[in-house]
């Protein structure tokens, strides 16, 4: 499957100009799928869009949406069609989709981190993210992340704060930590570069996203190869 999907990797690059070919290409080396956002149950979605952009231009591949109270709607006027490059998983056919989403976190290697500002174990200055995969959750507007998220996060981190009011927004917080956090993890001697499987499957996402029916070429072309 992993061939498959290279070969049909390079015959849709034909499809594209080659400044954005060569534009995906440079983008591709700089993703990382190290760290990852999650945003459990955000009531508005221009936060959870906002944070989408913040999370593509930081070059973060992965965003997972919790979704127990709150559907998420993309607002593309906040994201700018940073949803076309970010893979979104979305957690939301359980009745505990949070405890869901962190066991299959932790199941894939991650050490998951509650942000919110109350007893807390560390800040964001003093977080590792170069010993572990990293997913950083972020919780609803007003309560923050949910009980059920601070008891089963490995850690509960804080953004250093100086003045009056207790958090950021949440759009702003996700900024925040991805600024620091990434400058750290590409400045580390860690692997934290997509894989070459990884690379194909993405790029197919944004060659399909990019092409006018991409579908049908697609198709056209697996009918092609099932001749020879």
Not at 118 to 146: M, P, R
Request: glycine share 4%; proline share 1%; hydrophobic share 35%.
């Amino acid at each position: 499957m992993s061939k498959l999907t290279h070969d049909l990797v390079e015959y849709l690059k034909g499809f594209v100009v080659d400044e954005r070919r060569i534009l995906f290409e440079e983008k591709i080396r700089q993703r990382t799928k190290h760290i990852t956002v999650v945003l459990e149950n955000i009531f508005q979605g221009r936060n959870i869009s906002a944070s989408i952009r913040s999370a593509d231009c930081f070059g973060i591949q992965d965003v997972n949406i919790i979704e127990n109270d709150n559907i998420f709607n993309d607002d593309s006027e906040v994201s700018m069609g940073a949803e076309k490059w970010i893979t979104t998983k979305r957690f939301n056919k359980q009745k505990h989709n949070s405890i869901e989403a962190i066991k299959k976190l932790k199941a894939e290697g991650f050490q998951v981190v509650a942000t919110t500002p109350h007893n807390t174990d560390c800040t964001l200055y003093d977080l590792d993210v170069t010993s572990q995969k990293t997913a950083l959750i972020f919780g609803a507007e007003v309560n923050g992340c949910s009980q059920e998220t601070l008891e089963l996060a490995d850690k509960r981190m804080k953004i250093p704060m100086y003045g009056f009011t207790e958090s950021f927004n949440i759009s702003v917080s996700v900024s925040l930590c991805l600024q620091h956090l990434t400058y750290k993890m590409r400045n580390s001697n860690i692997d934290w570069k997509l894989s070459d499987i990884e690379k194909d499957k993405v790029l197919l996402q944004w060659l399909r996203n990019s092409i006018k029916s991409s579908t049908q070429i697609e198709e056209d072309y697996l009918k092609k190869l099932k001749r020879k």
